[in-house]
Each structure stands twice: as structure tokens, then as C-alpha cells.
């Protein structure tokens, strides 16, 4: 890729919709990222019917997004697009996403990429058998391996998968809509995400019995498609769905945050939920469980705390001051306006497609 305005198409899970999925935001952030640094993107969704009915953006203000209803109408709509592009990027979990991708690197003349927001889950299954959106004969066929995951994973894509360069793309978040807000704190303790079952004994442990031993305090937890079965402590609030547009306003209600980890993340190690950086940037100070990796992110005890059992949460809630909560927040704020934004992940795109593009002696 030459530096210069460039022709970008993203082929992405969802970008009109943050309903059940963390993929909506990253999307959000990077198309808009990518946009204001003078490209012209293109993000191609398929029209499903559970997004059509939950979208929280239906049009995007940057870029161009246009949505597609089959994999027929994909390949005769927008062939062009894709042939001519500078840079395609096909995203983990997209409808018929191993044909899509086998489309993309057929048709494509400059640079295609596989980007995983989900690498552990997609490894693992991987491993097992093939995934409806990656196969492994697949995977050498794009230039580029853009994992959520870094550490010794992006080796094994590599030298295990056949993957041509494995690079790290974290998720990131956009400092124009997470930034720290002054508003009544609500809760001492909040957690959002959508429910899944191996991160619930975490929730368990770090939230819902610290509300249980602690009756006076106040706790929350927003997501979706937690089962009718949980029996949630009278103290403990309850929000179904909170759309991006009202992240801010819960981050800042919070005295603390709380972020837990799918166990394939914690295994690995490396995986940054986009969660952690969007709390970090409202000023909201963090308490996480812990994997291998997180203190190449932000330092224990100084920028984020570590839990890993009730008495920690406990702890936490009991005995910081006012004055080092709001110490230990703004020094995590500081590491993620730093490292962690959309505009940090724009560049770094753009880094790495030249990177592939001039490993290619088609390119020019």
C-alpha cells in the first residue's frame, strides 16, 4: 500500500448493531479512525434478521456501509469494490464466513486480511474441525493474520496454521465518546457484558457475592440473554441491553468496574476486551480478573486492580480512598489515550498492509 488515500473495504460481523456482540464498537472506532486519516471505506454487513431488529446505528455517519441478504448478492453487487481495493478485511464470525473469504482472496488484487476479534475461540476450534467463518486451508490464503490476541498465539497461527504474518490488533476505543463524565455515583461495583456461561462463575464470585455480603452496597450488571434461573441479589440492578451511545454515562455511575474474561482468553493470555479500554478512558477505575499478559497493558496495583476471589472485591470496595481511586483511574486513562485508541489502530493498519503489500511483487 502506497501512502496515500486508500480504497478500503470491511466485511464485519456488525456495524449497525451492538446487540449481543463486541464487534460493533471496534468497527465503529476503526472505520472511523480510518476515515478521518483521508481513506474511503466501505463495510459490508450481511442483513440478518436478529441485527435488522437491534440496530443502535443504523447508518453510520462515516465511511459507507451498504447491507447484503445472501452471498450471491454479495459476489454481484460489490465485485468491483472488492477487486479494485487497496486493503479488504474480512472479520471473524461473518455469516458464510469461510466462503466470503474464499471469494475475497480469489477476487481481491491488493491486500486481504482475516481479522479475529474472537483468536482463542477460533483456534480452539479450529483444532477440532473447520469454523463456518475460517477453515485452515484458508488461512495462508490472506496476506494478513489481524488477531484480538497477541502473545505466543500469534507464533503458533504462524508456524501451526500456516498464517503468512500474524500480527496483534487489539481492540480500541474512541477517546471522542469514553472520556470521564462528572456524574452521581449509582453503584460501587458495575459489570457489563453479555451473559456466557464460563464467565459466570467469575460474575459469581466477584460480584454477586460481594453484593450478598455487602446489603448496603449498590451493584449492576447490563447484558443481554442472562437466563431467567439467576437469582440476583436485591441490591443488584439489572439493565438488558446498554447501547454504545449510553456506555459513558454507566462507566462514570461507577465507583468501580468490573471486567471478566472468556476462559479461551485466559488461556491464551493477551486479550484485552474492549470493555477494559473503554472504562479506563471514563476515568472509571478497574478491577479485573487475571491472565497472562495483562500487565503488558496496564500495571497491577497502579493502573487496574486484580481479583481473583470475594475477599479481594471486598477489599477493594472497603478500603480505597477517594483520592486513590481517582489516582489509579487517571493513570489508566493516560496508558489507553497512549496506546489504545481507534487512531493508534488506524495507523497500525496501515503499517501492516504495507508491510504485506511489499512481502507481494504484484504490489507496487
Known amino acids: 500500500m502506497k501512502p496515500r488515500s486508500q480504497q478500503i473495504v470491511l466485511l464485519g460481523l456488525s456495524i449497525t448493531s451492538s446487540w449481543g456482540n463486541g464487534h460493533a464498537t471496534t468497527y465503529r472506532g476503526l472505520m472511523k479512525a480510518l476515515t478521518a486519516r483521508g481513506h474511503q471505506v466501505l463495510f459490508l454487513e450481511r442483513d440478518t434478521e436478529w441485527y435488522a431488529a437491534n440496530r443502535d446505528l443504523p447508518q453510520p455517519p462515516y465511511g459507507r456501509t451498504e447491507l447484503y441478504r445472501s452471498l450471491s448478492e454479495l459476489e454481484r453487487r460489490f465485485k468491483s469494490e472488492v477487486r479494485e481495493a487497496d486493503l479488504v478485511v474480512v472479520g ?3 455469516p458464510e464466513g469461510a466462503a466470503v473469504g474464499e471469494w475475497v482472496t480469489g477476487v481481491a488484487q491488493g491486500v486481504t486480511a482475516f481479522y479475529d476479534i474472537d483468536t482463542p475461540v477460533t483456534v480452539a476450534r479450529l483444532k477440532s474441525g473447520n469454523v463456518e467463518y475460517l477453515n485452515r486451508a484458508l488461512i495462508p490464503r490472506y496476506d494478513l493474520y489481524l488477531s484480538f ?13 500456516g498464517a503468512r504474518k500474524a500480527r496483534a ?11 470521564p463524565e462528572k456524574r452521581k455515583k449509582r453503584w460501587d461495583l458495575g459489570y457489563l457484558g453479555t451473559y456466557s ?34 437469582e440476583w441479589p436485591a441490591n443488584v440492578e439489572r439493565i438488558v441491553h446498554l447501547p454504545p451511545s449510553e456506555h459513558r454515562q454507566f462507566y462514570s455511575a461507577q465507583s468501580f468496574t468490573l471486567n471478566l474474561t472468556r476462559r479461551e482468553m485466559v488461556h491464551s493470555g493477551y486479550s484485552p476486551s474492549v470493555r477494559l479500554f473503554e472504562a479506563a ?22 493502573e487496574i486492580l486484580v481479583a481473583e476471589s470475594t475477599h479481594d472485591v471486598l477489599r477493594v470496595l472497603d478500603s480505597h480512598a477517594e483520592d486513590e481511586r481517582l489516582q489509579l483511574a487517571e493513570r489508566a486513562r493516560q496508558r489507553v489515550l497512549a496506546c489504545h485508541t481507534a487512531a493508534h489502530r488506524a495507523a497500525e493498519l496501515e503499517r501492516y498492509a504495507l508491510e504485506a503489500c511489499a512481502a507481494e511483487t504484484t504490489c507496487a
Open 92 to 94: 471473524s464470525f461473518v
Open 149 to 161: 490476541t497477541g502473545g505466543p498465539l500469534l507464533e503458533e497461527l504462524e508456524q501451526v496454521f
Open 169 to 179: 490488533f487489539y481492540c480500541a476505543v474512541d477517546p471522542g465518546l469514553y472520556y
Open 197 to 230: 456461561s464460563d464467565r459466570q462463575p467469575a460474575l459469581e464470585r466477584l460480584l454477586l457475592e460481594p453484593a450478598r455480603q455487602r446489603p448496603t452496597a449498590r451493584f449492576v450488571v447490563a447484558g443481554p440473554q442472562y437466563p431467567e434461573t439467576i
Open 281 to 302: 478512558a471514563c476515568g472509571t477505575p478497574v478491577i479485573s480478573d487475571y491472565w497472562k499478559g495483562l500487565d503488558s497493558f496496564f500495571e497491577p496495583g497502579r
